[in-house]
């Protein structure tokens, strides 16, 4: 199976910072990772595929991209609408795997 | 508007079965791949599966940590997705999501369904 390391476990940040999140593939996954935004109760929330795609809604202040194998998910300017917990997900072979996930709080 | 709606989960004893039901509206059900994927409490999700669409035969991956005691299948006249599960044990207990879509991306998920697995 594919293992994606997700960095940090946890993270505080003040409002209107910068925030990054990182998922490392323990091999080549191409573009195949996704981010998804967790908030208590609630199902997962689609915010990036295609590694740099934005979903359709999601603010323009998140981004993705990718260095080789690892990727990473960026808020731009952090608003109060985006604690909650992410996760990444490869989808390039089966298993597709999830990261442990990051919870994001603030500061 | 795309929605997904699970069903059937709740109190099941270890080694016994249960069947979820995922209901699909406001999207052409054939079009698309089906998953199935569970998330205990406090955890990571867990992909389990899914069920390929109708373009690539309705054929199914299972994860291998539930290959074998579980069966994902499709009623596409009634655009109803189904997670069959036998021989439970304590650590299946988790909330159960049927979501929508491929490798390109997994967009929609339902609210989700509890399943708990306890003598």
């Known amino acids: 199976d594919i293992q994606m390391t997700q960095s940090p476990a946890s993270l505080s940040a003040s409002l209107e910072e910068i925030v990054t999140i990182t998922c490392q593939a323990s091999?080549?996954?191409?573009?195949?990772l996704a981010w998804y935004q967790q908030k208590p109760g609630k199902s997962p929330q689609l915010l990036i595929y295609?590694?740099?795609s934005l979903a359709d809604g999601v603010p323009s202040r998140f981004s993705g991209s990718r260095s080789g194998t690892q990727y990473s998910l960026k808020i731009s300017r952090l608003q109060v609408e985006d604690i909650g917990i992410y996760y990444c997900l490869q989808a390039y072979s089966a298993p597709y795997t999830f990261g442990a996930g990051t919870k994001l709080e603030l500061k | 508007e795309v929605k997904l709606l699970e069903s059937g989960g709740g109190l099941v004893q270890p080694g016994g079965s249960m069947r979820l039901s995922c209901a699909a509206s406001?999207?052409?059900?054939?079009?698309?791949?089906m998953n199935w994927i569970r998330q205990p409490a406090g955890k990571a999700p867990e992909w389990l599966g899914f069920i390929r669409n109708k373009a690539n035969g309705y054929t199914t991956e299972y994860n291998p940590s539930v290959k074998g005691r579980f069966t994902i299948s499709r009623d596409n006249t009634q655009n109803m997705l189904y997670l069959q599960m036998n021989t439970l044990r304590a650590e299946d207990t988790a909330t159960y999501y049927c979501?929508?879509?491929?490798?390109?991306?997994?967009?929609?998920w339902g609210q989700g369904v509890m399943v708990t697995v306890s003598s």
């Open positions: 091999q080549d996954i191409g573009n195949w």
């Open positions: 406001g999207f052409t059900f054939t079009d698309f791949y």
């Open positions: 295609g590694a740099t």
């Open positions: 979501a929508r879509g491929d490798w390109e991306a997994i967009d929609y």
